[in-house]
């Protein structure tokens, strides 16, 4: 049996992803005392290993008036779902090396059969709602304030960010993430 059609495999991955998700998003919370409304995982269409992300109100304020002090007028509403505009971007990606190395075990993206990359595409996702499940983005108002997703950034059509936000999260968590994705 090849690594690829090996349910252990993506089991294996996808508790690395949700281990790797769970040590960024708990540094980044103790490191910077923010009002986080957002915590995801990019990837790619291909199913290249997953980055961190994380928006903060206090983060989309500076990153509004980091664009302003170089003559660029953007507004918060323009940029509160631009994960990499985020100074968040990235936090805790060294803590995805194992999943790296996972990842890189099933061969190049780019050659990698279909069903392999929808495997580990499920593997991400997986995790986040494993995580999830027992209660790690908090429980009642304090969950709803926290949208979880997995995004590829460059190829996010509104339905597909949607879809995989609402297989993540609560909907009372979603209001606002829908409506502005909705416009």
């Given at each position: 049996?090849?690594?690829?059609?090996?349910?252990?495999?993506?089991?294996?991955?996808?508790?690395a992803?949700?281990?790797?998700a769970?040590?960024?998003?708990?540094?980044?919370?103790?490191?910077?005392?923010?009002?986080?409304?957002?915590?995801?995982?990019?990837?790619?269409?291909?199913?290249?290993?997953?980055?961190?992300?994380?928006?903060?109100?206090?983060?989309?304020?500076?990153?509004?008036?980091?664009?302003?002090?170089?003559?660029?007028?953007?507004t918060?509403?323009?940029?509160?779902?631009?994960?990499?505009?985020?100074?968040?971007?990235?936090?805790?990606?060294?803590?995805?090396?194992?999943?790296?190395?996972?990842?890189?075990?099933?061969?190049?993206?780019?050659?990698?059969?279909?069903?392999?990359?929808?495997?580990?595409?499920?593997?991400?996702?997986?995790?986040?709602a494993?995580?999830?499940?027992?209660?790690?983005?908090?429980?009642?108002?304090?969950?709803?304030?926290?949208?979880v997703n997995?995004?590829?950034?460059?190829?996010?059509?509104?339905?597909?960010?949607?879809?995989?936000?609402?297989?993540?999260?609560?909907?009372t968590?979603?209001?606002?993430y829908?409506?502005?994705?909705?416009?």
């Open positions: 049996m090849t690594l690829e059609h090996h349910p252990a495999a993506y089991a294996r991955v996808r508790s992803i949700r281990e790797a769970r040590r960024a998003w708990t540094e980044l919370r103790r490191e910077h005392p923010e009002s986080f409304y957002y915590f995801g995982l990019w990837t790619t269409p291909l199913a290249h290993r997953p980055a961190p992300t994380a928006l903060s109100v206090e983060g989309l304020r500076r990153t509004v008036d980091h664009y302003g002090a170089r003559g660029m007028t953007v918060e509403d323009e940029l509160r779902w631009a994960e990499n505009d985020s100074p968040f971007d990235l936090f805790g990606d060294a803590g995805f090396a194992e999943v790296e190395e996972l990842f890189d075990a099933f061969g190049n993206p780019y050659d990698r059969p279909r069903a392999v990359n929808e495997a580990l595409f499920e593997a991400i996702s997986g995790a986040l494993d995580l999830d499940a027992e209660g790690f983005f908090g429980t009642g108002s304090a969950r709803d304030a926290v949208v997995v995004t590829m950034p460059g190829h996010d059509e509104a339905e597909d960010v949607l879809e995989s936000a609402r297989a993540l999260n609560p909907p968590a979603l209001g606002r829908e409506a502005d994705w909705s416009e």
